[in-house]
């Protein structure tokens, strides 16, 4: 399941002191249907969401923004970042199975634990983007005293910059770890699952 994520920053100085790191998450879905696994592959692939950077179609994406606020406190001699709150909004888009009727179990079971591994990766995409949300307002806030108010902005921003590359490498390494090792886990899954619905902690699918 690699792909890129798709993470754009915007910025807005306020004059008051802004809110704490916060995130904002919505939903979407997609559409699946068919009744085989290779019917469920193909419609994976022809209606997942397109990631632009890649022209390629994904069983699930995390689509993300960073709004970062900041006032600044000027004296006679300095500058300072008096406050700083960032904000990720993602948007997760997961697939939703339209299930035929009479579906082979079999396609049952493996559709449930690939649709759970997608939206644990997807929100996993989430954790790291928040995580990186926390880092940047806490650099912002410790940021040193700057002469001027231009030069405190401009250290925001090299901050920021340096914040949001660190958060695109880390998406990416967990994609490319993820990908490595995506039928290994999705087979350990299944025996796991297919254990608990022998053993009676599961519903039959």
């Keep these: 399941m690699k792909r890129s994520v798709l993470c754009a920053l915007m910025l807005a100085f306020a004059a008051t002191p802004a809110?704490?790191?916060?995130?904002?998450?919505?939903?979407?879905?997609?559409?699946?249907?068919?009744?085989?696994?290779?019917?469920?592959?193909?419609?994976?692939?022809?209606?997942?969401?397109?990631?632009?950077?890649?022209?390629?179609?994904?069983?699930?994406?995390?689509?993300?923004?960073?709004?970062?606020?900041?006032?600044y406190a000027q004296s006679a001699e300095s500058c300072r970042i008096a406050d700083a709150a960032v904000?990720?909004?993602?948007?997760?888009?997961?697939?939703?199975?339209?299930?035929?009727?009479?579906?082979?179990?079999?396609?049952?079971?493996?559709?449930?634990?690939?649709?759970?591994?997608?939206?644990?990766?997807?929100?996993?995409?989430?954790?790291?983007?928040?995580?990186?949300?926390?880092?940047?307002?806490?650099?912002?806030?410790?940021?040193?005293?700057?002469k001027t108010c231009e030069q405190a902005k401009a250290k925001a921003a090299s901050i920021q910059a340096a914040e949001l590359a660190r958060h695109d490498q880390d998406q990416l390494r967990f994609d490319r770890v993820e990908s490595v090792n995506f039928e290994s886990r999705i087979l350990r899954l299944l025996r796991y699952r297919m254990g608990r619905v022998e053993a009676g902690q599961l519903p039959p699918p």
């Design 87 to 146: 904000t990720v909004k993602v948007k997760v888009i997961l697939p939703e199975w339209r299930r035929p009727p009479k579906v082979d179990p079999d396609v049952r079971l493996f559709w449930d634990t690939l649709s759970a591994d997608i939206k644990r990766h997807e929100e996993r995409h989430v954790e790291i983007a928040k995580n990186h949300a926390r880092l940047l307002e806490d650099a912002l806030k410790s940021a040193p005293v700057q």
């Design 19 to 71: 809110a704490t790191a916060n995130l904002v998450k919505t939903y979407s879905y997609f559409s699946v249907g068919g009744r085989t696994l290779e019917d469920i592959r193909n419609q994976l692939s022809r209606n997942g969401p397109e990631v632009k950077s890649t022209g390629s179609r994904h069983p699930g994406a995390t689509q993300m923004a960073f709004t970062t606020r900041i006032s």
